[in-house]
């Protein structure tokens, strides 16, 4: 083969020629400074010898560009088929292929837009398509509803309540959006009152505007207080008790502790991490690991990893509270994927609880839209192979931190959106009559979510509505992310934001296009300021835009124009957690609210919801996690 010296058009990216005996495809790839390593199309001898020859993704190349040819990584499909079907004489008998240019377009499939279909076989195709059939099987089970989760909880918009703003004010809708973000966080996770979700009603007097002004970034991020307790569950695990002491005293230390604590933890693997890796569990990485372990712990601190449940025994409205071992633990996981963080929780619970009956599993639920590889199903039934094909040894047992074989697993395959969890989780609604005087526990079930993106978050929470309140939910704990993918119209912190926005903020109406500022302006808070603010934010799992260059709601312009100390990405910090707020508000007033007697007194069961930073954001900057447990 001939060696051809490729056509430069790029002067400053040089473009070397072709190597010695070069069977492959003759396109080159400018960005990845190669040539494509694909085989070329078999030819007839039709074609001359020093025509340039290109694979299939690379024929419409052809027409006399010479050999080397740059990628044009803008050429669309339909492009490449045109030109394919107008040179299809050129190929030989193996190039058949490409006659189907007669079929018409291709287009996305209806049902599933991940693959292109032929727009004239688009009635056959449906009756066929491999994802048609998961729907049709899907909807099909006694759990699935269509779009029973969706919806949200509140009002979509509020304008007839609240103090109005001053018509004569010299900002714009976004500048006073901007300084109604920072009073409202300023409102709500001001030092004297942290977490006080219940004070929500109480209108707060109006900050300064040029106070609000001087608001830091760091004082932004120090608002919410950060735990992180991967480095204790690293160094116990299920040795025995964590000391309350060492709990308390690494919940008290200041950031830079914490943050020294962690890093160096880190670096060093703990007895979580040879667990993990014993049992060849692919965790995605020393920093979703340090974000597992932190989750991790604080579900032990809160006694949800153990088979003890407290029992609330009513009688002439006191409270008589007592230990009991369950018959079986629940963990579910939201939007579980691959089941990673279910599996390490299960499998720690396994090998934490001591229960006199050996036969006893714990019970792991995944939801999830879809199946994938290298799920957790396939850990357990290999450890469960391992268990029975050796000799039962109890203080192996209790040596590892996972006890996998312990565990049994079933997958919802669901989206969030029309899964209905009384229909499929049955056991967590028991019959309740009204005149019985006591309410006991047969198990313990623990709700949990990591990075549960956008919407996500909130199509789980409102899954919940008819099973937390009857007390069958132990715990819930979800890692929020993608705050940019959130919708309004299923948001369930709407009643929360409007009373924040129309009472705290001072606005006189607030609605989904406000909402859609402050989403947009989340995306900031995983950027360093330094950055030009006409650039396009990339969130940590999807990519938000939040403006251009001539868009007024540009959150680095607002930041400028106000002269904001906090920055975008203090700002976009603040809007994540005022969102993340709005979800705590829902789960304390509508998921987890306790029930009162008339003369005041508590029936039990009450929850206590928190939220925190659990891991440094150096570890990731989605870093904030929602907590429900029983006080």
């Known amino acids: 083969m001939e060696t051809h010296t490729p056509t430069v058009h790029n002067k400053s990216i040089p473009q070397p020629p072709l190597p010695a005996n070069w069977d492959r495809c003759q396109a080159y790839n400018q960005r990845k400074r190669r040539y494509c390593r694909q085989m070329p199309v078999p030819s007839s001898g039709q074609i001359k010898i020093d025509t340039p020859r290109y694979c299939g993704n690379h024929m419409h190349l052809i027409g006399g560009a010479p050999s080397g040819h740059v990628i044009d990584h803008g050429a669309s499909k339909r492009h490449r088929a045109d030109f394919v079907s107008n040179h299809s004489d050129n190929f030989g008998t193996k190039c058949n292929h490409v006659q189907k240019h007669e ?77 109604a973000v920072l009073r409202v966080f300023n409102r709500i996770f001001q030092p004297d009152k942290r977490q006080n979700f219940s004070s929500l009603d109480d209108e707060s007097k109006n900050e300064p505007v040029e106070h609000l002004k001087c608001i830091t970034q760091h004082e932004i991020y120090e608002s919410i207080r950060e735990i992180d307790l991967s480095s204790i569950e690293e160094q116990w695990g299920n040795s025995g008790s964590t000391p309350a002491n060492e709990v308390n005293n690494d919940q008290s230390q200041d950031h830079d502790e914490r943050h020294t604590k962690s890093t160096d933890h880190h670096q060093a693997a703990g007895r979580l991490s040879d667990a993990i890796a014993s049992h060849r569990i692919k965790a995605g990485g020393p920093r979703h690991l340090h974000q597992i372990a932190s989750i991790l712990g604080h579900l032990r601190e809160n006694g949800l990893l153990t088979n003890e449940v407290t029992l609330h025994n009513k009688d002439n409205n006191k409270q008589d509270f007592s230990k009991a071992s369950t018959t079986s633990i629940n963990v579910i996981e939201m939007g579980a994927g691959r089941g990673m963080l279910g599996l390490v929780v299960a499998g720690a619970i396994g090998a934490s609880s001591v229960d006199p009956n050996p036969s006893s599993k714990v019970q792991l639920f995944l939801v999830d839209r879809s199946g994938s590889r290298a799920k957790a199903e396939t850990k357990i039934r290999k450890a469960i192979r391992d268990a029975s094909n050796r000799r039962p040894s109890t203080s192996d047992a209790r040596a590892d931190c996972l006890k996998l074989d312990a565990v049994t697993v079933n997958r919802i395959k669901c989206d969030l959106a029309h899964v209905h969890m009384p229909s499929a989780l049955p056991f967590l609604c028991p019959d309740q009559s009204p005149d019985s005087t006591a309410f006991t526990h047969s198990s313990k079930t623990i709700v949990i979510a990591k990075h549960l993106c956008g919407s996500g978050t909130d199509l789980a929470l409102k899954s919940l509505r008819e099973i937390a309140p009857t007390g069958s939910i132990d715990g819930c704990v979800m890692a ?64 938000c835009k939040y403006g251009n260059k001539k868009d007024d709601g540009n959150i680095f312009t607002v930041v400028k124009e106000l002269g904001l100390l906090c920055g975008g990405n203090g700002l976009g910090r603040a809007c994540q957690r005022i969102i993340d707020f709005g979800r705590c508000d829902y789960m304390e007033r509508t998921l987890f609210c306790s029930q009162t007697s008339s003369d005041g007194v508590s029936n039990g069961g009450s929850f206590q919801v928190k939220l925190i930073h659990y891991v440094p954001r150096k570890v990731t900057p989605q870093n904030a996690l929602i907590m429900a447990f029983r006080k």
């Open 480 to 543: 929020t992310c993608c705050h940019g993918l959130c919708d309004w119209k299923d948001y369930t912190g709407r009643d929360c934001l409007l009373k924040l926005f129309c009472g705290v903020g001072g606005f006189s109406s607030f609605g989904e296009s406000d909402f859609d500022v402050l989403k947009r302006w989340t995306s900031a808070s995983v950027l360093d300021d330094r950055r030009n603010s006409s650039e396009d934010i990339e969130d940590d799992h999807a990519v």
């Open 103 to 179: 079929r018409g377009k291709r287009i996305p499939c209806p049902v599933d837009p991940s693959h292109l279909i032929f727009e004239s076989a688009l009635s056959k195709h449906v009756l066929v398509c491999p994802a048609a059939k998961h729907q049709q099987d899907v909807a099909s089970q006694e759990f699935y509803s269509q779009n029973v989760n969706k919806g949200g909880y509140g009002g979509l918009c509020a304008g007839s309540y609240g103090n109005r703003v001053n018509d004569d004010s010299p900002y714009n809708r976004h500048h006073e959006l901007a300084i």
